[in-house]
C-alpha cells in the first residue's frame, strides 16, 4: 500500500510548527500504523533528515503513550484501539493521511508529535488515591464488594491516561479522564471514605489547570481507545455535586 | 478550593439548572399561546396575558424568568470563552466523531436564539408593557390588551412567519441536545432511565416547538 | 568469594525474615528526613518503593524515561499476581507458593528470598485491595482466583486481563500521594546514564533530561534501581520499546556483579512474527491456557493443505490433531510452565508440523465455548480476544489463535544479597531487574508478586539497615569530582556516538543483533553456536561503534540517540549472556543446552556441578569476565527432576 502523509513537524516547544508532506510505498497492511511510522523515519534517516518524533512504548495498546491524531481523530479510524493498535488495512491503498499531535492548552507540544501531559499526573497528585500508607491495612477479604460494583470501578480504572478525551473534546475538557479515577474510588468502599475531598480536589485540579469545561458532546466515549463510558463523567458530577452541596 | 459557582461542574449546574427552569416556562408560554387558535375569541388569551402581566406572583417569576435567562446566557457564554482558550492552536482536520451532532453547536444556535429572543420581545413584549402602541379590547366591563388582535396581525405577514418556524427549528436543535445534557450535568443519569429522559428530551423538543410552529403556521392560512 | 556473601540470617527458613526484621537496625523519623534516596524506575518494584519510602519520611527522587510513571512497562502484564491466601481452600500454603516458586525455578534461585517473597505475598494483596485496586470477585462479593501454569491450586488473583495496569495504577496513585506530600519528587522523561561511586559506596547518578538533553547530576545517600529486565536485547520481544538494561549494564560496569544473564524466559503465548518490519511481539496471557488447548495436525498432509489454503483448522477431525502438552504432560496438560510449554512448541514446530508461517500452534477454544457457552469465554477473555483480532484479522471465537514463544522476561540480573543490596554498597536492586527469586524460570503471575513485595514490603525494611549507618551522612555537593568523571565519562560517550555518522540506523543493527540472539542464544543454544554468538557479538559491537547513524544533535529531544546508547549496552549483555549460557553445561528452566537432554528431549540439569548462581564481574570492555558462585543450598525442599507429567 502507499500512502501520503502530512505531519506536524516543530523542532521544539517554541518553534512555530507547519505540515512536511511525505510519501511512503509498499507498505503491508498488516503493518501497524507507528510500524509505518518508523519505515517512514527510516527512509528519513537514510537522507540524513531528522526522524518524525512520537511518543510510544508499550505498542499493545496498554501504556497510553501514543498520542496521534490522525484524520481528525485520536489514535485514528479504528475504535476502541490506541494507534500502536491501529492497523494499516483500515486505511485504503493511497490515503492521504494527516498526522497532528494531541492540541489542548494543558497539553503543550513538545517536539513534533510528542505533547507534555504531565497535566494528568497534576490531577491525580491533587487526590487520585487511597490515602493509606504501605502496611497496617486489613484482610483483603474483610469487606465483601458486590460484583456488580467492582466491574464497574474496573470499567473505570481501565483508563490508560493517554488523553484522547481531551484531544477529541471540541472544549480540550479532561472530565472523562477524572471522571474515571473518581468514579473508581466511588464504586468501591475503600474509595468512599474520602470520596468528597477527593473529588472537589481533583475537579479544582483540573481547572486551574486550563482544560475545557464539559459539555456532554460525548466525543470522548466515542474516542476513548478503552471505551469509558460518559456515565462516569455523570458519576462525577454526582459526586461532586453532593460533596459540595449536601 | 473553588467553589461551586466558579467550578467548572458548579458552572455547569448552573446551566442546566437555568436550562431546565426555561425548559417548563416554554410549556407556560406554550399553553397560553395555543388558546389563541383553540378558542373562538381572543379572550382566554388578552385575559391570560392580562394576569401575566399584573398578577404580583407572575411578576416576581418574571423577575426569575429574566435572571434564569441571563443566567444561563451569562454562563454559556462565560464557558465557551473558556473553552475556547482551552485549545488555542486548532486541529487542522477537526474531529467528528460520531456523538451528539447538536451538541457541537450550542452556542451557535444560542445566538440565533439570542436575537429571535430581542426581536420577540421588542415585537410583543415591549410593545405592551412601554410604547403602548395596542389595542384595547372590553370584557366583563373590564379593559384588556387586546394582544391576540396583535399576533394576528403579524402572523399575517409571510416573512415573520417563516422568521418564527426558523428560528423554533433552531431552538429545537438547541433542545435536543439541551434536554439530556442538564440530566447528565446534574449527574441524573441511570441505566434505565436515562434512556427514558432522552425519549422524554426529543418527544418534549417535538411537542413544544411544533406547538410554537403551528401557532403562525395556522393564523397565516386559516384565521 | 568474600565478593558473594548473600547475607541470609540464620535459624530455621520459616523463621528467617521475622528474625531478620528483629535484629536489624532502623533509622529513626527525624533522621530518615536527612537521608536522600534516589530510585530509577517507576514499575511495580520502584513506584511502590518510592511511595513506601516517601511514606516512611525519607526524601526520595524518582526516575523514569516515559513521560508519566503510570506508563512503566509493569502495565502490561495481564495475567495475575499470586498470594498464598489461600481463599479458595485448595490447600495452599506460604510453603507451597515457595514450594512451586523453588520448583518452577528449576532450583536455581535462592531459597530464603523465595520464601520470604511467599510469606509476604498475602500482604501484597490486602495492600492493593486497600488502595482500591479493583480485582475480580465473585457473586458473594469476595475475591476471585484463577489457576495458572506450574501451580495445582488456584492463587492467582486478577483484574480482568489488565492485572499489571491496576497494580502498576496503584503503586503510581500511591506514588503521587507523596509526590503531593513533598517526600517524592518526580522525574519524569529522564534517564539515568550512570552510577556516581564515593568511596566505593553508590551515591548518585548521573542523568539525562530526555527532553532537553541536558546531563544533570543527583545526589543520594542510596541509589536503588528497578529498571526492569534487558529482554529488549533481542530486539522482538514483549517488552516495551523503551525498556533497556542499561542501568543494569552501567552498573555492572562499575562493579555490580551480573547474575544469570543467560536466564531468559520465553513466553509460549504471543501473536507470531508476520512480517519484517514488526517492531514488537504482543504476548496473549497464559490465563488463555486456562481454557484453550494447544495442539498441531498429527498428519504432514494437513500442514501442508493448512498452509496452501485448502482446509481450515476446524477440518482437521480430532483424532488428527496432536494435543502435545496433554499427550507429554498428561499431569499438568496445558498447565505446564513456560519453559516447558515454549520447548514443547518449538520441538513440534522444528519436527515440521507448525501451522501458519511454519512457527505457530494453534491455541483452541472450541471445546470451552462449548461447555461454558461463549459469554463465559467473552467475560474471561473478552479484552485478549479482541486484542488478537485487531492485530491478526481473525476471529478466535471462531477459529484458533495462532501462538509461538517470544522473549519475555529476565530471571537474571543484577546479583542481590538478602537484603536486595549489590555488590555495590547502597546500590539496591528491586524487580525484574534484580535475579533473585525465580531461579531459571519465573512462574506465570509471580512477577508483579515479586516487583511489589520487593518495592512494598522488602526494601523499606532492608534499607534501613544500611541507611542506619549514613544518618552522620551530610548530603554531598553535585561538584564532588567523582560526580564531574562520571558525568565526563557520560559526555564522552554520547559525543562519540553522535560523531560516528554512519551508514546503519540504530534500528538496522539492533534487528540483526536480535536475530542473532534468538538464533545463537535463544530457546535452544549449544556450545558452538554460543562460541560463535561471543565472537559475532564483539564483532557486531565494533561495527556498530564505526558505523551507527544518528541524526539530529545530543541537545535535544532525540530517540535515536536514547536508542543507540541502550543498543550499545545490548549487545555488550548480549556477549556476556553468550558466555554464562556457554559455562552453563547443563540445561535448566529457560536455558536450554541441545547436548544436554534427556532421551525424551526433557532438559537434563546438573545438580553436582552447576548448583550455583553465576555472578560475573566486569573486567573491561572485550575482555573475559570473572565468574564468581554463589552455591545454592535448599534446607527445606527435596531436589528433584522437575516432573510435570505424573
Known amino acids: 500500500m502507499d500512502f501520503t502523509l502530512k505531519i506536524w513537524r516543530q523542532e521544539n516547544a517554541s518553534a512555530k510548527g507547519r505540515f512536511e508532506t511525505y510519501k511512503v510505498t509498499g507498505i503491508s497492511s498488516d503493518c501497524s500504523f507507528l510500524e509505518m511510522l518508523d519505515i517512514l523515519n527510516q527512509q528519513l534517516i537514510d537522507k540524513f533528515e531528522i526522524p518524525v518524533c512520537f511518543d510510544h512504548d508499550c505498542r499493545e495498546g496498554i501504556c497510553g503513550a501514543c498520542s496521534l491524531y490522525i484524520n481528525g481523530r485520536p489514535h485514528g479510524p479504528d475504535s476502541a484501539v490506541t494507534a500502536c493498535q491501529l492497523h494499516m488495512r483500515k486505511f485504503k491503498d493511497g490515503d492521504t493521511i494527516i498526522v497532528e499531535p494531541w492540541r489542548a492548552r494543558p497539553f503543550p507540544v513538545i517536539k513534533d508529535l510528542v505533547v507534555d501531559r504531565s497535566s494528568f499526573d497534576r490531577i491525580i497528585e491533587a487526590g487520585g488515591y487511597v490515602s493509606i500508607n504501605t502496611g497496617g491495612v486489613p484482610d483483603a477479604n474483610t469487606i465483601p464488594i458486590p460484583r456488580a460494583n467492582a466491574e464497574t470501578a474496573m470499567d473505570a480504572a481501565a483508563c490508560i491516561g493517554c488523553g484522547a478525551c481531551v484531544a477529541a473534546c471540541k472544549n480540550a475538557s479532561a472530565m472523562l479522564f477524572v471522571a474515571a479515577k473518581v468514579s473508581q474510588f466511588a464504586m468501591l468502599p475503600q474509595g468512599r471514605v474520602e470520596a468528597k475531598e477527593r473529588v472537589m480536589r481533583m475537579v479544582a485540579k483540573m481547572d486551574e489547570l486550563g482544560f475545557g469545561n464539559c459539555t456532554n458532546t460525548g466525543a470522548c466515549e466515542a474516542e476513548c481507545p478503552k471505551q469509558i463510558s460518559l456515565s462516569h463523567i455523570a458519576r462525577l458530577n454526582r459526586e461532586y455535586l453532593s460533596a459540595r452541596v449536601l | 478550593m473553588s467553589n461551586i459557582l466558579t467550578s467548572s461542574i458548579g458552572k455547569k449546574l448552573m446551566m442546566s439548572l437555568a436550562g431546565l427552569f426555561l425548559v417548563i416556562f416554554l410549556i407556560v408560554h406554550l399553553a397560553i399561546n395555543l388558546s389563541l387558535i383553540i378558542a373562538d375569541t381572543h379572550e382566554p388569551f388578552n385575559k391570560a396575558a392580562h394576569f401575566m402581566g399584573t398578577n404580583i406572583v407572575i411578576k416576581v417569576m418574571e423577575i426569575i424568568l429574566f435572571g434564569g435567562f441571563l443566567l444561563h446566557m451569562f454562563y454559556g457564554v462565560f464557558l465557551q470563552i473558556q473553552n475556547w482558550m482551552a485549545r488555542p492552536k486548532r486541529y487542522r482536520k477537526e474531529n467528528y466523531s460520531q456523538t451528539s451532532f447538536f451538541s457541537k453547536f450550542m452556542i451557535h444556535t444560542a445566538a440565533i436564539i439570542t436575537v429571535f429572543l430581542v426581536i420577540h420581545l421588542l415585537d410583543f413584549y415591549l410593545k405592551a408593557k412601554l410604547f403602548g402602541e395596542v389595542p384595547m379590547a372590553i370584557y366583563d366591563g373590564r379593559e384588556y390588551h387586546d394582544l391576540g388582535t396583535l399576533v394576528i396581525n403579524k402572523f399575517k405577514i409571510g416573512s415573520v412567519v417563516i422568521f418564527y418556524i426558523v428560528c423554533f427549528m433552531i431552538l429545537a436543535f438547541h433542545l435536543l441536545h439541551g434536554f439530556q445534557s442538564a440530566f447528565q450535568s446534574l449527574g441524573l443519569e441511570h441505566k434505565k432511565y436515562t434512556p427514558v429522559i432522552r425519549a422524554l428530551g426529543v418527544i418534549y423538543t417535538v411537542f413544544v416547538t411544533a406547538g410554537f410552529m403551528l401557532i403562525p403556521v395556522y393564523i397565516y392560512f386559516w384565521m | ?646
Open chain 3, 1 to 646: 568469594m568474600t565478593k558473594l556473601n548473600a547475607r541470609i540470617p540464620e535459624g530455621p527458613l520459616a523463621e528467617k525474615w521475622t528474625s531478620y526484621k528483629a535484629g536489624q537496625k532502623l533509622v529513626n523519623p527525624a533522621n530518615k528526613r536527612k537521608l536522600d534516596i534516589i530510585v530509577v524506575g517507576t514499575g511495580l518494584a520502584g513506584a511502590s518503593a518510592a511511595a513506601s519510602l516517601g511514606e516512611l519520611g525519607f526524601n526520595v527522587k524518582a526516575f523514569c524515561y516515559q513521560d508519566s510513571p503510570r506508563r512503566a512497562h509493569s502495565i502490561a502484564a495481564q495475567g495475575g499476581i499470586n498470594a498464598a491466601k489461600n481463599y479458595p481452600n485448595d490447600g495452599d500454603s506460604v510453603y507451597r507458593l515457595y514450594y512451586d516458586t523453588i520448583k518452577g525455578g528449576d532450583y536455581r534461585a535462592r531459597e530464603a528470598n523465595v520464601y520470604r517473597l511467599a510469606e509476604v505475598s498475602g500482604s501484597i494483596i490486602d495492600q492493593c485491595v486497600a488502595q482500591g485496586v479493583p480485582f475480580a470477585r465473585e457473586y458473594g462479593g469476595l475475591l476471585d482466583n484463577r489457576s495458572f501454569g506450574g501451580a495445582q491450586v488456584s492463587r492467582t488473583f486478577y483484574a480482568r486481563g489488565q492485572t499489571g495496569q491496576q497494580l502498576l495504577l496503584g503503586a503510581y496513585s500511591a506514588m503521587m500521594r507523596q509526590v503531593n506530600a513533598g517526600t517524592v519528587k518526580l522525574f519524569p522523561r529522564t534517564e539515568m546514564l550512570d552510577i556516581v561511586l564515593v568511596e566505593g559506596k553508590a551515591r548518585g547518578i548521573i542523568t539525562r533530561n530526555l527532553v532537553t538533553g541536558k546531563i544533570e547530576r543527583h545526589f543520594g545517600h542510596a541509589v536503588v534501581i528497578a529498571t526492569g529486565g534487558y529482554g529488549r536485547a533481542f530486539y522482538l520481544s514483549t517488552n516495551a520499546m523503551g525498556s533497556n538494561g542499561s542501568a543494569v549494564w552501567q552498573v555492572y560496569k562499575r562493579g555490580a556483579l551480573f547474575a544469570n544473564p543467560s536466564f531468559v524466559q520465553i513466553h509460549p503465548t504471543c501473536i507470531p512474527v508476520h512480517g519484517d518490519y514488526q517492531s514488537k511481539l504482543t504476548l496473549m496471557s497464559e490465563s488463555l491456557r486456562n481454557d484453550g488447548r494447544i495442539w498441531v495436525p498429527k498428519k504432514k498432509e494437513d500442514v501442508e493443505a493448512l498452509s496452501e489454503g485448502r482446509i481450515v483448522p476446524k477440518d482437521i477431525a480430532e483424532d488428527d490433531r496432536d494435543y502435545y502438552l496433554e499427550r507429554r504432560y498428561p499431569a499438568f496438560g496445558n498447565l505446564v510452565p513456560r519453559d516447558v510449554a515454549s520447548r514443547a512448541a518449538k520441538e513440534r514446530c522444528d519436527a515440521g508440523f507448525g501451522v501458519g508461517s511454519g512457527l505457530a500452534v494453534y491455541l483452541d477454544f472450541q471445546e470451552s465455548i462449548q461447555r461454558l457457552g461463549k459469554h463465559v469465554i467473552e467475560e474471561r477473555y473478552g479484552n485478549l480476544f479482541q486484542m488478537y483480532e485487531k492485530i491478526v484479522d481473525e476471529n478466535p471465537y471462531e477459529t484458533p489463535m495462532m501462538i509461538y514463544p517470544a522473549i519475555h522476561y529476565c530471571m537474571g540480573g543484577v546479583w542481590v544479597d538478602y537484603e536486595l543490596m549489590t555488590t555495590i554498597p547502597g546500590l539496591f536492586s528491586l524487580g525484574e531487574c534484580n535475579f533473585s527469586d525465580h531461579g531459571a524460570n519465573r512462574l506465570g503471575a509471580s512477577a508483579l508478586m515479586q516487583g511489589l513485595a520487593d518495592g512494598y514490603f522488602i526494601l523499606p525494611y532492608t534499607i534501613q539497615n544500611y541507611l542506619a549507618s549514613e544518618i552522620l551522612t551530610p548530603r554531598m555537593p553535585t561538584t564532588l569530582p567523582e560526580f564531574g568523571e562520571a558525568e565526563s565519562h557520560i559526555r564522552e560517550r554520547l559525543d562519540k556516538l553522535m560523531q560516528i555518522k554512519g551508514s546503519q540506523s540504530v534500528d538496522q543493527i539492533h534487528r540483526k543483533f536480535g536475530l542473532l540472539l534468538w538464533e545463537l542464544v535463544g530457546m535452544a543454544r549449544n556450545k558452538e553456536g554460543l562460541n560463535k554468538a561471543v565472537k559475532e557479538f564483539a564483532m557486531l559491537r565494533e561495527e556498530f561503534w564505526k558505523d551507527v547513524r544518528i541524526p539530529g544533535g545530543a541537545e535535544e529531544m532525540n530517540p535515536e540517540l536514547e536508542k543507540a546508547a541502550r543498543v550499545a549496552d545490548f549487545i555488550e549483555t548480549g556477549e556476556l549472556m553468550a558466555r554464562d549460557a556457554l559455562q552453563r553445561e547443563e540445561s535448566c528452566g529457560g536455558h536450554f543446552r541441545e547436548e544436554y537432554q534427556t532421551p525424551e528431549g526433557e532438559a537434563s540439569r546438573n545438580d553436582d556441578d552447576f548448583m550455583f548462581v553465576a555472578a560475573w564481574e566486569y573486567t573491561g570492555t572485550g575482555k573475559e569476565p570473572v565468574l564468581h558462585k554463589e552455591a545454592l543450598h535448599y534446607e527445606s525442599i527435596k531436589v528433584q527432576t522437575r516432573n510435570y507429567k505424573i
